[in-house]
C-alpha cells in the first residue's frame, strides 16, 4: 500500500512562472549561468546560487544561508505565493519527441523505509550528507524525486479528464517545451486519488536516489523536534510507460598499455566484433555495444554462450564493466576514476567521435538502454545498477514547487 499526501506547495505567481522556473543548476554551463543570472532577476537561479561571481570563495554554511535568505526574499517580494492548503498537482511537459504527465505529492519516508519505495541506484555518502545539511539548513527542497507507478487504465482515465480543466500554468520555456500544471485541491478529488494509490503495492525509483537518501537522513536526525513536514518528501509520480530511459555511453582516455591490435583481439574473447568503418552506429538491442576506436566504429554483439542468469549480470552496463572497463582497461571505481566519463544517450553518437578524434580520449564505447522490467527486476532483488546506467526523463523545472520542512 503506498501512502501520499497532499502539501502547501509555495510556487511562483502565474505572471512570473515562466521568468522563475530553470533547468538543473548542473545543465547550465559558467557562461549560460552569468548570462541568465544577469539578465533575469526573477530566475530560481538566484536562489539556489546566490552571490554566484563568489561561490567558490564562501563557506557551505554561508552559501547555503545565503540560499535561505534569498528565497525568502521572492517570497517577500511576491514572486513566490503559498496555497492556502494542503493540494496534490497534475503536471505535464511536452517535449518535441514525448509528453510526459504525472502527480506532485508527499510520499512517505515510511514507505521509502519499508521498501514499499524501491531503489536501484546506490548513493555515496557524502553527496547524502551534504544535500541533508542543505535541506536542514535551507529548510526547503524544489527538486522532487523522480518515482513511478504501474500503468493504471484508472488513473490515466482521470488524467484524461483532469486536462479538459483550466490550468493555472500552461507556459513554454527557451528549451521549447511546453509545462502545464492543474491543482487537485477538493477533498473529494484528494481522497479519491490517495485511495488509487493505496491499491498501488509498490512504487520504484526513477531518479532521485540521493534526494531521497537525503530526505530519510534528515529524517532520522531531526524527528525528535516534530515536524510532521519530515515524514515526507516530494516526489513526482509517473506512469512507468511514461518515463524515457537513456544510455549513459562511456569515454575512456587510454587503453592501458594496450596497443589497438592488441585490444580488439582481446575484445574477441567475449564479443564477435564487426568494422562498421565510418557509419555512426550504436547498438540496436540489449548485448549489443557500440565502440569507437581510432576512427573507426565497431559492432560488439556478446556471445551467446557467455549469457549469465544473473539479473545484474545481464545488465548491459554490468557486462562491460566485468569484460572490458574493469579487466582489460582497469578501471575499478566506475564513480571516481578520472580516466572515464559519461555522455548521455540522448546526445548524439557523433558527439562521442568528436571527442576521441580531438585526443583527450582513447575510445568510447555505447550501450543499448536499460528498460524499466530491467530496472524493476533488480530494485525487486534488491540489487544496484553500476553507476552512470541510466539518464531518465522527464526532467522537473527547478523552482516550479517548493516544498518547505
Request: one cysteine or more; a negative charge; aromatic letters at 14%.
Amino acid at each position: 500500500m503506498s501512502k501520499i499526501i497532499p502539501f502547501k506547495a509555495v510556487r511562483p505567481t502565474p505572471d512570473k512562472v515562466a521568468l522563475v522556473t530553470c533547468r538543473n543548476y548542473d545543465d547550465y554551463s559558467p557562461a549560460e549561468l552569468a548570462s541568465w543570472l544577469n539578465f533575469n532577476p526573477y530566475s530560481f537561479l538566484h536562489v539556489i546560487h546566490p552571490a554566484y561571481v563568489y561561490s567558490q570563495k564562501i563557506t557551505l554554511d554561508k552559501r547555503f544561508k545565503g540560499v535561505t535568505h534569498k528565497y525568502q526574499d521572492f517570497k517577500n517580494d511576491g514572486i513566490f505565493m503559498e496555497e492556502e492548503k494542503p493540494v496534490f498537482f497534475l503536471y505535464e511537459i511536452q517535449t518535441k519527441a514525448q509528453v510526459f504527465t504525472g502527480f506532485v505529492a508527499g510520499t512517505s519516508i515510511d514507505d521509502y523505509k519499508n521498501n514499499v519505495i524501491k531503489k536501484h541506484e546506490d548513493t555515496l555518502q557524502y553527496r547524502v550528507e551534504y544535500f541533508k545539511d542543505y535541506l536542514h539548513q535551507t529548510g526547503f527542497n524544489t527538486e522532487p524525486v523522480l518515482i513511478t507507478y504501474p500503468d493504471n487504465e484508472t488513473l490515466n482515465s482521470w488524467i484524461a479528464e483532469k486536462k479538459k480543466s483550466q490550468p493555472i500554468y500552461n507556459y513554454s520555456t527557451t528549451n521549447k517545451e511546453k509545462h502545464q500544471l492543474w491543482k487537485i485541491e477538493t477533498d473529494e478529488e484528494i481522497q479519491w486519488l490517495q485511495k488509487q494509490f493505496e491499491q498501488i503495492p509498490e512504487l520504484y525509483i526513477a531518479d532521485g536516489h540521493h534526494r531521497s537518501a537525503s530526505a530519510e537522513l534528515l529524517y532520522d536526525e531531526d524527528k525528535h523536534l516534530g515536524n510532521q513536514n519530515l515524514n515526507y518528501f516530494m516526489s513526482f509520480l509517473i506512469a512507468e510507460s511514461n518515463v524515457k530511459i537513456y544510455e549513459y555511453n562511456r569515454i575512456i582516455r587510454d587503453l592501458n598499455g594496450f596497443s589497438k591490435e592488441d585490444f580488439l583481439e582481446k575484445l574477441t574473447e567475449n564479443f564477435i566484433i564487426k568494422d562498421k568503418e565510418q557509419e555512426l552506429w550504436k547498438p540496436q538491442s540489449k548485448f549489443e555495444f557500440g565502440m569507437y576506436l581510432d576512427g573507426h566504429f565497431y559492432a560488439l554483439f556478446y556471445k551467446q554462450e557467455n549469457k549469465e542468469p544473473s539479473i545484474l549480470e545481464n545488465l548491459d552496463a554490468q557486462i562491460l564493466y566485468d569484460k572490458v572497463l574493469q579487466p582489460l582497461l582497469g578501471i575499478e571505481d566506475l564513480r571516481n576514476d578520472e580516466r572515464i566519463e559519461y555522455i548521455p544517450g540522448k546526445q548524439s553518437v557523433a558527439t562521442i567521435k568528436e571527442l576521441v578524434d580531438e585526443g583527450e580520449f582513447e575510445v568510447g564505447f555505447m550501450l543499448f538502454p536499460s528498460d524499466i522490467s530491467e530496472i524493476k527486476a533488480l530494485a525487486d532483488n534488491n540489487l544496484i545498477m553500476p553507476p552512470k546506467s541510466t539518464y531518465i526523463e522527464p526532467k522537473f523545472r527547478s523552482g516550479l514547487m517548493v516544498y518547505e520542512l
